[in-house]
């Protein structure tokens, strides 16, 4: 079993930053690629960036710029930097680790709060 706990979330103002961490409980990362997802109330969940084993990032239009993924192999543990927050990025933060190779297993944090005020 593996299990991924996110931390980092909290109460912010508009414009300021946080960064969140993911670590897992076992050495994984080496061949997973990691992301951060989130969900709103009322909303679908979304991807908000990736990151793959051999380092390549990918990111949604409505945080390019302001949000910057990165890994730590060593640590077993992923990263989240979140800068000029606004309200719209209120959500529910979760990590995702998901095997590259066939039939390797998907693992789901359980997620950390992100509170933006205006």
């Known amino acids: 079993q593996v299990q991924l706990l996110e931390s980092g979330g909290g109460l912010v103002q508009a414009g300021g930053s946080l960064n969140l961490s993911c670590a897992a409980s076992?050495?994984?990362?080496?061949?997973?690629?990691v992301a951060w997802y989130r969900q709103a109330p009322g909303k679908q969940r979304e991807l908000v960036a990736t990151?793959?084993?051999?380092?390549?990032?990918n990111y949604p239009d409505s945080v390019k710029g302001r949000f910057t993924i990165s890994r730590n192999n060593a640590k077993n543990t992923a990263y989240l930097q979140m800068n000029s927050l606004k309200p719209e990025d209120t959500a529910v933060y979760y990590c995702?680790?998901?095997?590259?190779?066939?039939?390797?297993?998907?693992?789901w944090g359980q997620g950390t709060q992100v509170t933006v005020s205006s």
């Open positions: 995702r680790a998901a095997g590259e190779k066939a039939a390797m297993p998907i693992y």
């Open positions: 076992r050495d994984i990362f080496s061949i997973f690629t």
């Open positions: 990151i793959t084993s051999g380092g390549s990032t």
